[in-house]
């Protein structure tokens, strides 16, 4: 087995017994060949081999200090440059959710909305071509009557609503004397075709010259709010003194919005 070899404490020692030897072998030695006497040169060996154990106790002080001196950690040198930043990693799983929080307070409420636009709509309309005397007031032309073909058209509306009709209406004066006619609108309660027909327009009137074959073409308007239900809007005409006068090519339109 391999001896370790001596660290710096063990130096004087090995130095010191070395420097021992040489002195007993001086002494030994030298008188045998007529030098001088044991004691003069033990002495002197001795003296120097403190001289030498002296030198190796400096020497091995300044091998402490120069290792302490080797150990100590240098300053820290200058920052070196930022790398660059590296990618980013996966996202990771999604956490599971979280229990629901109680329900807040009711908010203030908030300002009116605009205006909506106008409800739904519904709407009959009716035409009659054959003629029909109004030497006393008759219907021309209305909703419920069968005029030309047509069928039973009164109007329904399933909400309250304003109801208004558009007419018109060709008069012909069939003497050669001087006549009046009048026409109105007129719409029912919405209990019968024929129940209740009040105006829902002021009446037309229009004077025919003493002229045979004179004719006025009448246009009128008018309009009735009215609840839900089933109305019949009538057109009616007559002459004011009950002489003969005749209507035809009658047109009759109704409109309902609860707008």
């Not at 003194?241 to 209507?247: D, Q």
């Given at each position: 087995m391999a001896r370790k070899p001596a660290g710096p404490k063990g130096r004087p020692r090995t130095i010191l017994l070395g420097i021992t030897c040489i002195v007993l072998l001086a002494g030994t030695v030298?008188?045998?060949f007529g030098g001088p006497t044991a004691t003069g040169g033990a002495a002197k060996a001795l003296k120097t081999a403190k001289r030498?154990?002296?030198i190796a106790k400096q020497a091995d002080k300044r091998s402490k200090l120069a290792l302490v001196a080797a150990q100590k950690t240098g300053p820290a040198g200058p920052r070196g440059a930022r790398g660059s930043e590296g990618l980013d990693g996966p996202e990771?799983?999604?956490?599971s959710k979280g229990t629901t929080g109680a329900q807040g307070p009711q908010g203030a409420t908030g300002p009116a909305g605009s205006t909506g636009p106008p409800g739904p709509t519904a709407s009959r309309s009716v035409t009659r071509g054959s003629s029909e005397s109004i030497a006393t007031e008759a219907t021309v032309i209305d909703l419920a009557s069968v005029h030309d073909g047509g069928a039973d058209a009164?109007?329904?509306?399933?909400?309250?609503a304003r109801v208004m009709a558009f007419a018109t209406v060709q008069v012909k004066n069939p003497d050669a004397?001087?006549?009046e006619g009048t026409c109105v609108l007129r719409i029912s309660d919405g209990t019968g075709p024929d129940s209740d027909l009040s105006p829902m327009s002021q009446t037309y009137a229009f004077d025919f010259p003493a002229q045979s074959g004179f004719d006025v073409t009448a246009a009128l308007q008018g309009a009735a709010s009215k609840a839900a239900g089933t109305y019949n809007v009538r057109l009616a005409c007559a002459e004011t003194?009950?002489?003969?006068?005749?209507?035809a090519r009658a047109n009759l339109s109704v409109f309902a919005s609860d707008s």
């Open positions: 030298s008188p045998a030498a154990l002296g990771g799983p999604r956490g009164q109007i329904t509306i399933p909400y309250s004397a001087a006549r003194s009950g002489e003969p006068l005749t209507a």
